[in-house]
């Protein structure tokens, strides 16, 4: 049998489609709306409490090989809004969490379970200063911002609507499922283990890199995006969230993260590839003898 080049070339194609194939399916396991390469949860787009500017429409994630991006759209600017009932004046985003421990929020909380990222500067976080910590325990401060003192108040207001924590944690009692009903809402860092900087990205930043929240008619006023390096999460299913620093709305979001290849893993597959075209072109040179 004789090996052409075309034929090699379609034998290393297929291998790297097959591969494609297998970190996509991985990801599609748990990930609700995927699109152009993000994991999308769109949030309830009227369960904002206080106005346009505490309304949260949408967070979305995406893995490549060597970072995390973040995206999270709404009404509600990177540096918050004026507000006179809060300690410090102003209200703006908590911290984003990440929960790879297939527990609830308290538990994994509890625990010093979970990844956070402060990615607001201006906000109450009791992180030092923005980055990706890990071993974190949350805290409230939603007593300080003017806002609810739980879930239960919140929904009570008449705010329980369908999505309310986004499409993969869709309604009030799944919210309390995982984060309490009666309980204080936690939504900054309390404490952890900085493992490194966050890079914030501009909107033109991110629609260059395939997100487009208006795919799914949930484009806010104000776009946040961040990017870091894969390296500082977990591997695995997680759930992740965000609530403004008030209580006053919160998106969630579950998908799957790829095992992060170790740099041995890659140069061998790529070794197995470049051996196997080898073998197959010294056969064929073989066979024009
Ligand atoms: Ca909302
Ligand atoms: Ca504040
Ligand atoms: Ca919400």
Redesign the pocket.
Known sequence: MKFTSTKIRSLLGAAAASICLISATSQQATAGQLHNGWNYGI??????SGGSSF???GMAIKETADSIFVALT?GMPLTGVTNGGAADGNIGWGDLFFNFSGQNFQTASNTNSLFGIRFAGANDSLAASTGVYSNVKAASVTGVNHGYNSLNQYYNSGFNRTNTQGTDLSTAQAAYNYFGQTTPILNVISSGTKVGDITMLTASQLTAAGLNFGHFSAAGTQMIGFQFNRSLLASGSYLANVFVECGN?G?ALAGNLAQVPEPSAIVGLTLVGLSAAGSMLRKRRSVVK
């Open positions: 949030d309830a787009l009227n369960d904002g309304e949260i429409k709404g709305d998106v």
